[in-house]
Each structure stands twice: as structure tokens, then as C-alpha cells.
């Protein structure tokens, strides 16, 4: 039944901000402008006009506002700070800095490819940012705050304590409060207490921020903004940028990790056996030293991870796509199971009324003052009365004495009517299959219709009150209001799509089971002509998932019930994607692993979602996920290519220090090797399309390809060092040795990059090719050659150096074949 807040005449509002305060918490009589009843107050009142205009700009000039920072992207400095100050830079920034002291400067040429690289990683993240922040403003609520009497929508921070916040179905508490009027208000709090039932809201009764309507509408007054309210006091210390939990983020961590372990006693004997060896020349010593370290540090990698992500940000941004969480870019890569609301999603969210078919020899003109009656009677209509307000626009001829607005629980809304004659009856308007019982003929005419995918709706008739629990029992049926969606025109395309990329697709629907298996059927989904009624589903969650692996389509699925369908596949060990824009589909886009909203979608659907499609197009998807898959799939090819040079460069460092000889290389010898077999390639190879599934186990994934790769290219490398060691003899024989050694090397490494670009295509093949010809035009110039102190003496050891790579190579193709037939991704 229809409630509202009385208007008494309370005492003045105390001046001071922290008595406002208490008197608003403690529920507390207000002035007249801003009422807030107590329990148990009449049902009709005058609706509160809200706060004026100059007790507004008191509380903003005493900071009474819900100030609360809303970031979808982190800060400039942040930024800047994560890019510049980080473990490996310090290390390398340490090392150039030695570099620069014992000179020449060529051999800290590692130190600008870092500063390079940092400002890359700055300036996309910066560009990432505006994007975000560009779509956080058009996608942000606005919340409808009554002021003078006037109500109007505004941003979330200008709201002030005091405000009265007018609440409709779907809508998100954005501040505490104490409700001042009520329609019906039924608010869900479960995200916050983990309450299940929704909770009929009085007035006088507390609002927590962060609860959504599901049902009826109301107003309540701010009595906490900003850091005090509740929702603001859970999230104090993340902000919408906080990242879920990513695979390929933890991964990585825990490979520097490692790696960090593995530098620090390799360097320290690598510092210690140069200088021995060295003494007579200290600054050869340090150089050398210089360079057994700083290929350690796999520097890119976590470079272009970043860089990676926020290209994808910018790219699916330019698609009016907006990503609250940056990892749901890389899960819903990894998602098998993305479940579907069929309103919203496969179809627009308008309908038609196509048909009025009275039954039971029912009066059609008094049928259709009814239909406009109760869409007069609900000031906030779902899209189905919205269709039938504008096919019955005359309702003003009943006084409606009582309503039910309509819920996702119940599917049926009504009100009661006083009628021109005199006769007062309640009339309700919903699910044909929830208002009448199993083998009513009226069924048979409903299916009938649903079978081609309309949307079948029930008049009925009852003589209990709209508040009585009872009043869906023993209904007179009136008519069946026929109504016909509209399919998306892009649906099809998307369907098609995730089948094609192995993508199971279930439709989990609040609709009729044989109506949503209709709609389906026309877009071509598998599956839809067995469509199941979900309240014959198994509540065993175990029975549950296997009946949902079974199916495709699911129609009159609950709310909760949706939640749990969620929770069953994830137990089978899917991945789940939720899309959705209804108030009934928040908890379900809560718990699976990827929410997306549309951006029509209600407050709450947005609030909880990871990914929020701003252009209401469910074909943005398919770029969502081939973002993902590119991030992930080649940050797998670049991360083997750095740690491939990680573990080389470990086994060089331990093999030297073994050996007691000089280290074979000159920093700026591995920072040619780096740039040409590593940086360059990675670069593209980490923006290029991938299409592949996502795969899970990243680090296992990277290291037993990098491992064996790193160990053969390390043990070749040393070899043709020894060998060129006993080779050249006399004072500049180790330049010649240090040539020979980069020859080797550089083929190993550029074999692998071969290996890791698989499979082929003519940019691929052609990036390889280019490398390979960089190096010829550095050891065939002559002053490269000097620059880059490399130079081929003779003919044997040049060609004992092919020789030797040629060996690893067939090493590497061995090692790759057993690593994919025993340790399939």
C-alpha cells in the first residue's frame, strides 16, 4: 500500500553541523521542509519538498557533502610514480649510473632504452586514463535529489546532508539515510548484510548506501554523506580502480620474485670473480660485471604488461566501453560461460502490444480503463507497462486506493481500483503461469502465443487487498495482453561469435521458458528449442550445474535463483560471464567472475559491473573479449622471451664465475642483442591480434618453454666462448672472443623469437627477417663495428659460432616438441 511521511511541524534544524547531525541520525522530528516520520506514520501525507537553495549552501559551506573521491582511473603521480619507481629500475638506474662514471657511454646505452621505455609506459597509461575518466563521467549515476519542491538529477558529490533522495526500482542508495516516503519500497541489502529477502521499507526506517531498490519507490533523507556513510566507511581503502584478482598480474609478481632471489647471489659473484680476474684493468672489470647483470632484469616485461592493458583500455573505449576493473580485460578472455538476460540483452528494451484478448466473456472497454489504470498507478513503469501505458493511455477515471508494485520475485504488480460505478476491485497485471494454476485452459492459450516468442501478460481479477500475501490466489482471469519484443539486431552476430570461439551461451531469463526459447530460436542460438523452466530446476547445487551444462535456455528464474546458477557452473569449474541490466540481475552479476551492464542498465547493474557497455550494444562483447585474448596470449610469447634472456644470463653469470674467465660480453653487446631479439619484436608481437582462448597456469605456461630455451641458449653461448678462447691468443683476442660469442647468441635468441612468434604470418615472418638484417648491417658497417666493438676475425670461429647455433637450434625445436607433447598449455 501507498505510504507517505507526515508533515508535522518540528522543531527548527539546530545550526551547528554536528547537531544536525544527531538529530537526523537519531530519527529525530525535522522542520517541515525535510520531514522524516517515525514508524507507523499515516499512509497519505503531503510529499516533502526537500531542502531550499539557501540551506543547501549552508551545509556546503560547513562541508556537510558527500565528498567521497569516485576515481575510475588511479592518479597522475600514481602513474607516474608505479612507472619510475620501481625495483628493476633502481637496479638498472644504479647500474647506469656506474656505467656513466667508468665510461664510454655506449655501454650505457641499457640506461636510455629504460628511460625510453618508462615514458612509453607513462604516456599510454596517461591516455588509458582520460579514457577511463571520460567514460566514469558519462556512465556515473545521478541520482534524483528533491529540492524545493522540484526534482532534479545531479551529481553524486553535490549531494549534502539533509537532502531528500527520491528512490525507484533499480535505483542505488548513494548515502545513508532515514526513509521519509514510501510506495511500497522494498530494498535489497544483501550485498551489504547478506540478507536474502529484500526488506519492506517504513518510514522512519534506516537506508544504508550501497542497497538498491527492487520494488516499489520511496524517498528517504541523507543523514550520512561522504566518509561516514556506510558504504564509503567499507571502501575506504579501494577505490573503483582496485584490481580483482589477475592471473596475469600475480604471475608475473611471482616471477620477479624468483628472478629477484636468483640475481642477487649470481651478481654478487659475478662482481667478485670480474674484479679478481680484472685487476689490472678495473673499469674492464666493472663494465663486464655491468653486463653479466643487467640482462638479469627482465625490465620490459612488466612494461609492456602494463602498456598491453592500456591500449586495451583505449581501444575498447573508443567503443564507448567502459572497464571499472582492469583485469575483467583479461577474464573475460578466460570465460567458457557467459550468461545472458534475454530484456536488455537479446532484445531492445521497448516492446509493443500486439493483441488484447478478454476472457471468460470479459467487458473489453472496462478491461482497457484497467490496463490504463494501473499504468497510471505506478509512477515508475518497467518496460512491459510501459508499453501497455501507451496503448491504454485513459487511467484517470479509476481513484487507485492501494498498490503492489511489481518485483522480479513475485512477477506480478496490481492496485485497487475504486471504478466509475462505484465497485471497488483489485486488478492485477503479470505472469500467466504465476497468476493461475498448473492446467488452467488460459495456459494453453498463453504457450500458444509464447511459443512465438511474444511476451504474454495476465489481466486478472481478485477480491483481496494488494498488500494481503494472498492476493495472487483464486484470481478472476480478465484478459491476456500480448506483447512483442524487439530482437537486437546484432544479437545473432554475438551468439554466433561465442560459438565460434568455444563460448557456451545461456540464457537465464525472469520470462517464460517457451517464450525466451522462441526469442532465442529466431537468433539462431543451439539449444533453444529445449528451453527449461527454472523453478523445476534441482536446488543442489552439484544436480544444479549438471542441468545447466545440459541446457541453454532457462526462462522464470528468479533472482536469487540466478545468483545460484552462477555459483553451480563456477563449482564445475567455468569461468562466467553475466550481462545483464535489470535490478534482478545484480546479485548474479556480483558473484560471477565477469559482470557486464548495459549502460541503460539500472544504478545498481552498473555499480556492481566490472565492464559497463555505455553504447548498449551487446556486440561490443566480442571486442571486450578479443582484448583480452591479445593481452593475455601475447604477454605468454613476450614474458618467454624475457625470461628466456633471464635464465641465459644467470647460467652465463654462473658458468663464468665457475670458470674464473672474463665475462664474454659488454653491456652494449646485450643491449644489441636485447633490442633486436627482445624489445623491437616484443613490442609488436605484445599488440598484435591473438583470437586464442585464454589458458590458465600463466607461469607454468611461460617457464617450461623459457627454461630449457634459456639453459641451451646459455650452454651454446659459453661453448663457442671456451672455443674462441683457445682459438685467438694475444692481447686483442678478447674483443675476438666476444664477437664470436654474439654471433652465437644473437641466432639462438633470434631462433627462439622465430619459435615464440608461431604460428606464422607475413608481419610475423617479416619481423624475424628484419631483426636478422639489422644484425648484418651492425657487423658489416664498419662503424658499427667500432661503435658496438664487434668485429668476425678470421673465418673458422665465425663459422664454428654458426655451427655451435646451429646444433642449439635443433636443441630448441626438440625441447619445443616434448615441452607441448608432455606439458600441453
Keep these: 500500500m501507498t505510504q507517505r511521511a507526515q508533515t508535522g511541524g518540528g522543531q527548527p534544524e539546530p545550526s551547528g553541523g554536528a547537531g544536525t547531525r544527531q538529530a537526523i541520525d537519531a530519527g529525530a522530528e525535522l522542520d517541515p521542509v525535510h520531514p522524516v516520520a517515525p514508524p507507523g506514520a499515516g499512509r497519505r501525507a503531503v510529499a516533502a519538498r526537500g531542502l531550499t537553495a539557501t540551506e543547501v549552501a549552508e551545509r556546503v559551506a560547513r562541508g556537510e557533502v558527500n565528498d567521497v573521491p569516485v576515481r575510475s582511473s588511479r592518479s597522475t603521480a600514481d602513474i607516474i610514480r608505479a612507472n619510475v619507481f620501481t625495483r628493476f629500475n633502481a637496479i638498472i638506474g644504479v647500474l647506469f649510473l656506474i656505467i656513466l662514471v667508468v665510461g664510454p657511454i655506449q655501454d650505457g ?122 558504504a564509503a566507511q567499507l571502501a575506504e581503502e579501494a577505490s573503483r580502480f582496485t584490481l580483482v584478482r589477475s592471473e596475469l598480474r600475480s604471475g608475473i609478481s611471482e616471477i620477479l620474485k624468483y628472478v629477484t632471489w636468483m640475481m642477487i647471489p649470481t651478481a654478487i659473484g659475478l662482481i667478485i670473480s670480474q674484479s679478481v680476474i680484472q685487476d689490472h684493468d678495473w673499469r674492464e672489470a666493472v663494465r663486464r660485471m655491468v653486463a653479466g647483470i643487467v640482462p638479469m632484469v627482465p625490465e620490459g616485461l612488466v612494461l609492456l604488461t602494463s602498456v598491453a592493458f592500456a591500449i586495451g583500455v583505449i581501444r575498447l573505449g573508443r567503443r564507448k ?160 495482453v500480448v506483447l512483442e519484443q524487439r530482437l537486437r539486431p546484432d544479437a545473432g552476430d554475438t551468439l554466433r561469435y561465442f560459438a565460434e570461439q568455444n563460448v557456451d551461451a545461456k540464457v537465464l531469463s525472469g520470462d517464460n521458458a517457451v517464450s525466451v526459447g522462441a526469442v532465442a530460436g529466431k537468433l539462431g542460438l543451439p539449444g533453444a528449442e529445449a528451453p527449461v523452466d527454472a523453478r523445476k530446476l534441482p536446488a543442489e547445487r552439484d544436480r544444479m550445474a549438471r542441468a545447466l551444462d545440459d541446457g541453454t535456455v532457462f526462462g522464470r528464474v528468479a533472482p536469487r535463483q540466478k545468483q545460484n546458477m552462477v555459483g553451480a557452473l563456477q563449482s564445475h569449474g567455468h569461468t562466467v560471464a553475466m550481462t545483464g541490466d535489470g535490478v534482478n540481475d545484480v546479485l548474479a552479476l556480483k558473484d560471477a567472475d565477469i559482470g557486464v551492464s548495459m549502460g541503460s542498465g539500472s544504478e545498481a547493474t552498473r555499480a556492481v559491473a566490472q565492464i559497463v557497455l555505455l553504447n548498449n550494444s551487446f556486440a561490443t562483447l566480442p571486442s571486450v573479449v578479443a582484448e583480452g585474448r591479445r593481452v593475455i596470449g601475447n604477454i605468454t610469447r613476450v614474458a618467454t622471451l ?15 664465475v665457475c670458470s674464473q674467465v672474463p665475462y664474454p660480453f659488454l653491456p652494449r653487446h646485450l643491449t644489441l642483442l636485447s633490442t633486436l631479439t627482445i624489445g623491437v619484436p616484443a613490442f609488436f608481437l605484445a599488440l598484435a591480434p591473438n583470437k586464442e582462448r585464454a589458458k590458465p597456469h600463466f607461469v607454468r605456461r611461460v617457464m617450461r618453454y623459457a627454461m630449457p630455451a634459456g639453459l641451451i641458449a646459455g650452454a651454446a653461448t659459453f661453448a663457442t666462448y671456451l672455443l674462441a678462447r683457445h682459438h685467438y691468443s694475444g692481447p686483442q683476442s678478447l674483443p675476438a672472443e666476444t664477437s664470436v660469442a654474439t654471433l652465437t647468441l644473437f641466432l639462438i635468441a633470434l631462433w627462439v623469437l622465430a619459435i615464440v612468434a608461431r604460428p606464422y604470418t607475413w608481419w610475423r615472418i617479416g619481423l624475424v627477417l628484419a631483426m636478422g638484417l639489422c644484425f648484418l648491417v651492425v657487423i658489416a658497417t664498419p662503424w658499427l663495428q667500432s661503435f658496438f666493438e664487434l668485429k668476425l676475425v678470421g673465418t673458422t670461429m665465425p663459422w664454428t659460432a654458426v655451427a655451435v647455433a646451429a646444433v642449439a637450434v635443433v636443441a630448441l625445436e626438440v625441447a619445443w616438441h616434448e615441452v607441448n607433447l608432455r606439458l600441453p598449455g
Design 642 to 656: 624475457f625470461l628466456t634472456k633471464t635464465v641465459y644470463s644467470v647460467l652465463l653469470a654462473v658458468l663464468v
Design 321 to 480: 566501453c567502459l572497464v571499472q576493473e582492469l583485469p575483467a580485460i583479461e577474464g573475460l578472455a578466460r570465460v567458457d560461460v557467459v550468461c545472458l538476460d534475454k530484456t536488455g540483452t537479446l532484445t531492445e528494451g521497448g516492446m509493443d502490444v500486439t493483441a488484447l484478448r478478454p476472457l471468460g466473456g470479459a467487458d473489453e472497454q472496462r478491461v482497457r480503463l484497467a490496463l490504463g489504470a494501473l499504468g497510471a498507478a505506478d509512477p515508475r513503469p518497467n518496460a512491459s507497462l510501459q508499453a501497455v501505458i501507451e496503448a491504454y493511455p485513459d487511467g484517470q477515471h479509476w481513484r487507485c486506493t492501494g498498490s503492489l508494485p511489481f518485483s522480479s520475485a513475485r512477477k506480478y504488480s496490481g492496485a485497487r481500483f475504486d471504478e466509475a460505478d462505484g465497485r471497488a476491485t483489485t486488478w492485477l497485471l503479470g505472469a500467466p503461469d504465476v497468476l493461475l494454476p498448473a492446467g488452467d485452459p488460459v495456459l494453453t492459450e498463453a504457450d500458444d502465443l509464447n511459443t512465438r516468442g511474444l511476451r504474454v501478460l495476465l489481466l486478472a481479477r481478485s477480491e483481496r487487498e494488494p498488500d494481503d500475501p494472498e492476493v495472487a490466489r483464486q484470481v478472476t482471469p480478465s484478459a491476456l
Design 109 to 230: 646505452l641499457f640506461g636510455f632504452v629504460i628511460v625510453a621505455n618508462t615514458a612509453i609506459g607513462i604516456v599510454q597509461e596517461l591516455r588509458a586514463k582520460r579514457t577511463l575518466d571520460h567514460l566514469a563521467v558519462i556512465g556515473e549515476a545521478r541520482p534524483t535529489i528533491r529540492r524545493d519542491g522540484v526534482p532534479a538529477e545531479i551529481p553524486t558529490a553535490e549531494i549534502v546532508l539533509g537532502d531528500l533522495v527520491e528512490l525507484g526500482p533499480g535505483d542505488k542508495a548513494v548515502v545513508d539515510g532515514a526513509v521519509a516516503e514510501t510506495d511500497s519500497l522494498e530494498i535489497d541489502e544483501s550485498l551489504l548484510t547478506g540478507e536474502a529477502d529484500p526488506v519492506l521499507k517504513r518510514p522512519g526506517d534506516r537506508v544504508m548506501s550501497g542497497s538498491f531498490v527492487v520494488a516499489g519507490g520511496g524517498a528517504f533523507t541523507a543523514t550520512r554523506v561522504g566518509r561516514e556513510a556506510y
